[in-house]
Each structure stands twice: as structure tokens, then as C-alpha cells.
């Protein structure tokens, strides 16, 4: 059964935005940290960006200052603002928690920065 579902990716050119949005499952999504995660081609994934319950952030070094994630807890929905886009940040993104193990994973939304 489908747990999460991620959309928003698209083609960019560097420095401009894009907003992804993940819809979850409000049993997992109301009550654990959410996150965001990337996997670029070759690459393994990697933790992009964390959300508390409360709204408590935290940020991979790469995307400080230029991404920005939040919740709608009463919507089950999580977003990740993308500003001031580069060509590293080209990935498949995905969302999932990191406190429940043995999960699936969504299908990711496609992100490509390039001029």
C-alpha cells in the first residue's frame, strides 16, 4: 500500500526554484520526524533534510540556507522549498521517516537543474 507520494520535480535552470510536496499517511506522518532524501545517478541516497512534529529543522551542509522544509500536520502533506538551484542538486527526491525501518519508499519526483 502506498504510504508516500512525492510530486512538484521538474526541469530548472541553475538558480531558480522549485517546490516538492510529499503526501503520507497520517498515522506515521502526525506522529514521527519526516524527511526529505535524494539519490543522484551512481550515487547512494542521501538525507537532504529533517522535520520534527513541532516544526524543528535540520539541514545536509549542501542545501543550508537555500532549501527550506515544513509540515501541514493536518494535511499530512510535507514540502521542500528549493531556492537558488545547482546542477548538484539533480536527484530523484524522495520523503520518508527515519524512525520506522522496514518502510517503503515512494516513487520520488524527478529534479534536473540545467542550462
Known amino acids: 500500500q502506498v504510504q508516500f507520494v512525492e510530486s512538484g520535480g521538474g526541469l530548472v535552470q541553475p538558480g531558480g526554484s522549485l517546490r516538492l510536496s510529499c503526501a503520507a499517511s497520517?498515522?506515521?506522518?502526525?506522529?514521527?520526524?519526516m524527511g526529505w532524501y535524494r539519490q543522484a545517478p551512481g550515487k547512494q541516497r542521501e538525507l537532504v533534510a529533517l522535520?520534527?512534529?513541532?516544526?524543528?529543522?535540520t539541514y545536509a551542509d549542501s542545501v543550508k540556507g537555500r532549501f527550506t522544509i515544513s509540515r501541514d500536520n493536518a494535511k499530512t502533506t510535507m514540502y521542500l522549498q528549493m531556492n537558488s538551484l545547482k546542477p548538484e542538486d539533480t536527484a530523484v527526491y524522495y520523503c520518508?521517516?527515519?524512525?520506522?525501518?522496514?518502510?517503503?519508499w515512494g516513487q520520488g519526483t524527478q529534479v534536473t537543474v540545467s542550462s
Open positions: 522535520i520534527t512534529t513541532v516544526g524543528i529543522t
Open positions: 520518508n521517516t527515519p524512525e520506522i525501518t522496514g518502510g517503503s
Open positions: 497520517g498515522s506515521i506522518f502526525r506522529l514521527h520526524v
